[in-house]
C-alpha cells in the first residue's frame, strides 16, 4: 500500500448521521492534515495534527492520530448534504525539510443524502 | 481571509502547445508548489519552491516542465510542448510552516 491511503474509498451515509473515513500511511511523520475537495474544485484544508498529538477538534470534525499505528481518522458528526465531497489525508514526513512535499492519499468520496 | 489565486482557471491548448499557468501566492508565505490531479486520481506532487530556487521535483516533473518567481507575488508554472497525457487540474500552493493554502487550480486540457 502506498503513503496516506483511505478508507473507505466510498461512503454513503444520510443527513445527520456521522461519517468516519480512515487513512493509514508508512513512514514516521512530522504531522498529518486532512482535505476537502468538492467535485472540479480545489483542496481546502480542514485540520491538520501533530504527530505528538491524538486528538483534535473543529466543529463537527474530529481527527484522531495513532502513530504507533500510523492510522488516523476523521470524523463528521451529524452530516450534512453539504459535506459530500471528497476527503484527502496528507502526511509531511519526518525529518523533510519545511519546503517538503506532502504525499496525498487517494480520498474518500463521501456522498450524504439528504 | 488570504487566499491563492490561479489563473486561469481553465486552458485549452493543442498537443505541443507551451502553456504557463500563474499563481499568486499569500504573500507572507515562504513555500510555493505545484500539484497535479488527473481526472478521477490522487492529487501529484510536482515540485516545491524555496527561497528562490527548487527544493524539490518529483519525476513527472522532467525538463517539460520549470518553475519561475519572476516578481515577487507570481509563481508560474511553465509546460513546454504538452502532451495529451498533460490533461490534469494542476494546484498551486503555499504555506509558512504547515498546513497548504490551495488555490482553485486551473484546469488544462491538452487537445
Known amino acids: 500500500s502506498q503513503q496516506g491511503e483511505e478508507d473507505p474509498q466510498a461512503l454513503s451515509i444520510q443527513e445527520g448521521e456521522n461519517a468516519t473515513m480512515n487513512c493509514s500511511y508508512k513512514t514516521s511523520i512530522n504531522n498529518l492534515q486532512w482535505y476537502r475537495q468538492n467535485s472540479g474544485r480545489g483542496l481546502v484544508h480542514l485540520i491538520l495534527i501533530r504527530s505528538n498529538e491524538r486528538e483534535k477538534h473543529s466543529g463537527r470534525l474530529r481527527v484522531t492520530l495513532d502513530t504507533s499505528k500510523k492510522s488516523s481518522s476523521l470524523l463528521i458528526t451529524a452530516s450534512r448534504a453539504a459535506d459530500t465531497a471528497s476527503y484527502f489525508c496528507?502526511?509531511?514526513?519526518?525529518?523533510?525539510?519545511?519546503?517538503?512535499?506532502?504525499?496525498f492519499g487517494d480520498g474518500t468520496t463521501l456522498t450524504v443524502k439528504p | 481571509e488570504p487566499e491563492v489565486t490561479q489563473t486561469p482557471s481553465h486552458q485549452v491548448t493543442q498537443m505541443g502547445q507551451e502553456v504557463i499557468l500563474r499563481c499568486v501566492p499569500i504573500s507572507n508565505h515562504l513555500y510555493f508548489y505545484w500539484y497535479r490531479q488527473i481526472l478521477g486520481q490522487k492529487v501529484e506532487f510536482l515540485v516545491s519552491f524555496y527561497n528562490n530556487e527548487i527544493s524539490e521535483k518529483s519525476e513527472i516533473f522532467d525538463d517539460q516542465f520549470s518553475v519561475e518567481r519572476p516578481d515577487g507575488s507570481n509563481f508560474t508554472l511553465k509546460i513546454r510542448s504538452t502532451k495529451l497525457e498533460d490533461s490534469a487540474m494542476y494546484f498551486c500552493a503555499s504555506r509558512r510552516n504547515y498546513g497548504y493554502t490551495f488555490g482553485s487550480g486551473t484546469r488544462l486540457t491538452v487537445v
Open positions: 496528507a502526511t509531511d514526513a519526518l525529518n523533510v525539510p519545511n519546503a517538503g512535499k506532502s504525499t
